[in-house]
T-cell receptor, first 112, second 115 residues
């Protein structure tokens, strides 16, 4: 079993739809959670960074963390064609190994 | 913001030659930098973790003599692919963190093609 599971998609939705992207994890040591957006042939761009359980909102993006269920989500409201990209969840613990653990990435397409 | 600049963005080299890729944190000091390799339509594969002033920690299966990593300052890390072969052709990405175990900011990536 992988430490972080993410549905690779592909996911295709119409413009304006609400998109829900999810990751589950097995390691309870993970304390920091991130969502990255990666366009083709570009480096990942940090979208959201959260620590505690609950919701964090930034514009059209909302990150949700449920540590009790080991489940994180990223919601995109009013989705735009420019949101079409691969979305990667990533997480890291407070102590020990410093490396981020990534999900497989979900390929998202927003259709005009 | 936190900006990480990676250079070059693409490079073509001949087999047997060496290629150096630079990763710079432009507006913050990075105690930790990471180097990844990414194959098409796959997630990031961590190659090594480097802390300023110390030797890099390589992931299992990554040849340290082939992929030389130097993190000489808090704003610069370099990856040198030595004696490059066509199978080394890939997308290489660096990331940097202000402190250990916090969010990482990524460079734009370098597309290496070995001919």
């Amino acid at each position: 079993q992988k430490e972080v599971e993410q549905d690779p998609g592909p996911l295709s939705v119409p413009e304006g739809a609400i998109v829900s992207l999810n990751c589950t994890y097995s390691n309870s040591a993970f304390q920091y959670f991130m969502w990255y957006r990666q366009y083709s042939r570009k480096g990942p761009e940090l979208l959201m960074y959260t620590y505690s359980s609950g919701n964090k909102e930034d514009g059209r993006f909302t990150a949700q963390v449920d540590k009790s269920s080991k489940y994180i989500s990223l919601f995109i409201r009013d989705s735009q064609p420019s949101d079409s990209a691969t979305y990667l969840c990533a997480m890291i613990g407070i102590q020990g190994a410093q490396k981020l653990v990534f999900g497989q990435g979900t390929r998202l397409t927003i259709n005009p | 913001g936190a900006v990480v600049s990676q250079h070059p963005s693409w490079v073509i080299c001949k087999s047997g030659t060496s290629v150096k890729i630079e990763c710079r944190s432009l507006d913050f000091q990075a105690t930790t930098m990471f180097w990844y390799r990414q194959f098409p339509k796959q997630s990031l594969m961590l190659m090594a973790t480097s802390n300023e002033g110390s030797k890099a920690t390589y992931e299992q299966g990554v040849e340290k003599d082939k992929f030389l990593i130097n993190h000489a300052s808090l704003t610069l890390s370099t990856l040198t692919v030595t004696s490059a072969h066509p199978e080394d052709s890939s997308f290489y990405i660096c990331s940097a963190s202000r402190t250990p175990n916090t969010e990482a900011f990524f460079g734009q990536g370098t597309r290496l093609t070995v001919v």
